[in-house]
């Protein structure tokens, strides 16, 4: 086959150039078609499939038709194709016939399709909405139009779809695999893998499809033949090397399951399909949860993963303003950008994000701040408006974050609004292992940390029970203190610090241990105090006694009461009252039963910490215990000395009612949360006179306490605690002729050694101190 060498020239009419055909003279059209029939094999029909025969111009491939405008010498191409062969009307190009090979057909096409004239398109100003292109006709009139022709990834051209000027865009290609079918003879080895990606022939069989050019804001396509998957485009709301293994939250698997569900799943889907579901996108999110616990971490983190725009991170706080309408002017601005994007590009919008902090600040219940001149109301009614008002955005995600989601406005806590609550609570035992990895990634990259705490994290995991992930990370930077501090001579700081033995051990967590306490940990060391004079099995109403407590806190599988507690998922509340005398020795068994409990979470509640408080503030902090303990799988809360929490006194004003009316409840409200246990335990010294009041019979179990009567037990317990000799305690034991509390007791001994020589106790020393006591 011959080659002749033409010269570029214009088309003869600009309506060809909707073809993507080049044009010739009659007569070289004729020789050239002649030389294609001739390489034609008897079996290849691709040159009869085309409307005209292919030929090479230069190094790129087009279908030829004869023209009797054009010279002999020239060939003619619209614009668009010279653009992309880089060919100006004065070049010269080399032209021969082309016969495809076998496996010249492609398989797949994908076409990016945009406007010529784009702003024509969308009105004055190019403010108009985009313009709907149906691809399913949209492909029936391409393979009408171009059928047989040659394309290459990168090509342009143009086309007249229903009176509108399209330029189309090969995006993607793929050829047809036939090496594995009888009669295609190995066709597929003249082409290597790297061309069958860049080139092939559109044929009826190629699988058609079509996508929008990024960023685009004058058309939207919709139909089955959109890129992206079957039914439509799938939106690509998440980056391709999105991992959340490396975004350094741990423990939240759950969570990010949650929200992925909830708040992104229908954002992955064609917006055509969304619509035949009858659907909106969720366009709002609350996290909230214990301080510390990763809340506004995961918002941050979700804003890098997404294929969306820059997330604007805003305090609460921050959009209160002084002036006049500030405050609902900064709302509106959070969302002007998505507005006016979604106003251009429709559903093809991409997705604004807005992550709102500390949302408790501004987002208060409606009418319950009389102080401010309503400006929390107005930021309210503004954000409602912007979320889910008559103008609502479909292109908006926004998160907020709160430690106390009580105070949220309901409205903005519907569905359509902040509609996904997603509670980001404290991790368990596989999270905070988790969390731990994280943190000393770094320090095992470096060869910084023992192979002692690689192997041993799992134990320092479950002596971390209730911490927050902020808590796990501070007690990381306690436990670099310890061998930061080992590593430095305290007493001269001006030698260099010892950088080759810097590594971090077992024993430096276990002393980071001490310094870092949970919020919503057990205060062991409080509740060990209450004991600190010993603890005495005296006898066996004592051990009577202790053993039912034991029973309602942990004795094995074989215990009723703790299967029902521990395990039973209809007993997720229970509640003790013990009884007794004063100084019969109740808030020591309480705290004694709390610490060997071994619950992560327990709290005390007693008179001593709300001394002043008004009748509110002590409702308040009640309150905010049992709250805590609802955040914990298990937790405890001793309220000591009831009557005084009260206020209750047998003469004047007898009791506060408000604080009566708040136990009342609280004792007998459920932890809310599927999965929380919560104990409680109450101390008291007049049963008899909170009986009328109601609070006897709030808790589920009585226990009772008793005062020491018996002189073997009088004298067990001074031969423990206080060291007597056998002797000597039976003789004071006998001589003590009235019940005593134990606790008075313990402090009588306790002041007959401070007043006997050698701190050995005299019993006649004794027996003045008891004296002196009133016994």
């Known amino acids: 086959m011959g080659k002749i060498v033409l010269q570029v020239g214009n088309l003869p009419s600009n309506r060809l150039a909707l073809t993507n055909k080049v044009y010739l003279s009659p007569q070289v059209y004729a020789f050239l078609l002649e030389a294609n029939a001739r390489g034609s094999g008897p079996g290849d029909g691709r040159g009869a499939a085309a409307a005209g025969p292919l030929i090479t111009v230069g190094p790129h491939i087009y279908i030829a038709e004869g023209n009797p405008s054009v010279p002999d010498d020239k060939i003619a191409l619209n614009g668009l194709q010279r653009r992309f062969a880089q060919l100006s009307l004065a070049n010269r190009v080399e032209v021969r016939p ?25 009105g004055a100003g190019g403010s108009g909405p985009p313009r709907e292109i149906d691809t399913n006709r949209l492909a029936s009139d391409f393979l009408l139009n171009f059928e047989g022709h040659v394309f290459e990834i990168g090509q342009t051209l143009a086309m007249d779809f229903e009176g509108t000027m399209m330029e189309l865009t090969v995006n993607e290609l793929r050829q047809m695999d036939l090496s594995g079918i009888s009669g295609s003879g190995g066709a597929s080895s003249n082409n290597d893998d790297n061309d069958s990606h860049r080139i092939g022939q559109f044929l009826a069989p190629t699988v058609l499809t079509f996508s929008r050019p990024q960023g685009s804001i004058h058309l939207s396509l919709v139909g089955d033949k959109v890129a992206g998957g079957s039914g439509g485009s799938a939106n690509t709301i998440f ?35 969304i619509k035949q579901l009858g659907i909106n996108h969720v366009r709002g999110m609350l996290l909230f949860g214990p301080p510390g616990c990763g809340k506004t971490l995961i918002a941050r983190q979700i804003g890098k993963v997404l294929n969306a725009r820059e997330p604007k991170i805003v305090n609460g706080p921050e959009i209160l303003n002084k002036y006049v309408g500030g405050s609902e002017e900064k709302v509106r601005e959070l969302f002007a950008e998505a507005e006016k994007e979604q106003l251009e590009m429709g559903d093809h919008s991409m997705l604004h994000i807005i992550i709102l902090d500390e949302m408790d600040a501004i987002c208060k219940s409606r009418g319950s701040n009389r102080s401010d001149s309503g400006v929390s109301d107005s930021v309210v009614n503004q954000l409602l408006s912007k979320i889910d008002g008559v103008d609502s955005l479909n292109n908006i995600l926004l998160i907020g974050m709160t430690n106390r989601k009580d105070m949220i406005d309901d409205a903005l806590l519907r569905p359509g609004r902040l509609e996904v609550h997603v509670e980001i609570g404290l991790p368990d035992t596989k999270g905070r292992l988790q969390i731990l990895g994280i943190h000393t990634k770094s320090m095992k990259e470096s060869n910084r940390i023992s192979l002692e705490v690689i192997d041993r994290l799992d134990e320092i995991s479950e002596k971390t029970k209730n911490f927050s992930g902020a808590e796990i990370e501070g007690l990381v930077k306690a436990a670099t203190s310890y061998a930061l501090t080992r590593c430095v001579d305290v007493k001269d700081l001006s030698k260099a610090p010892d950088e080759k033995n810097l590594i971090v051990q077992f024993d430096d967590f276990q002393r980071a241990l001490d310094d870092v306490a949970p919020k919503f940990g057990a205060k062991s060391q409080e509740l060990k105090a209450m004991y600190r004079n010993g603890f005495v099995p005296y006898g066996d109403s004592f051990d009577l006694l202790m053993g039912n407590m034991d029973r309602l806190i942990e004795q094995g599988d074989i215990c009723l009461m703790n299967i029902l507690f521990r395990t039973s998922e209809k007993t997720p509340l229970m509640s003790v009252l013990l009884q007794g005398p004063p100084a019969s020795g109740k808030t020591a068994v309480a705290a004694k039963v709390a610490v ?89 010294s007049c049963p008899h006179l909170l009986q009328d009041l109601g609070l006897v019979h709030a808790f589920g179990v009585n226990q009772s306490t008793s005062l020491l009567e018996d002189p073997l037990q009088i004298a067990e317990v001074l031969r423990v605690a206080a060291h007597l000799t056998e002797s000597d305690a039976e003789a004071i034991g006998n001589a003590i002729l009235k019940p005593i509390g134990i606790k008075t007791l313990l402090m009588v001994a306790e002041m007959a050694k401070q007043g006997s020589k050698g701190g050995a106790v005299d019993v006649n020393v004794f027996l003045e101190c008891l004296h002196t006591v009133g016994y």
């Open 98 to 122: 082309f016969v495809p090979p076998g496996n010249y057909a492609l398989a797949t096409l994908e076409i990016k399709v945009d406007l010529l004239q784009k702003k024509a398109s969308t």
């Open 239 to 273: 980056l391709s090397d999105f991992d959340f293994e490396k975004l350094g939250i741990g423990g939240l698997d759950a969570e990010f399951n949650q929200i992925f569900r909830r708040a992104f799943a229908s954002r992955i889907w064609p917006a055509h399909v």
């Open 596 to 684: 060997e409990s071994g619950f992560p979470f327990v709290r005390m509640i007693s008179a001593d910490d709300m001394i002043g408080f008004s009748e509110t503030a002590k409702c308040q902090e009640i309150h905010k215990s049992f709250l805590d303990s609802y955040k914990s799988p298990l937790s405890l809360i001793l309220i000591d000395d009831i009557e005084r929490i009260i206020d209750y006194v047998a003469i004047g004003p007898r009791f506060s009612n408000v604080v009566l009316q708040t136990l009342l409840v609280l004792l007998k409200k459920v932890p809310p949360d599927h999965g929380r246990r919560l104990l409680v335990i109450g101390t008291t």
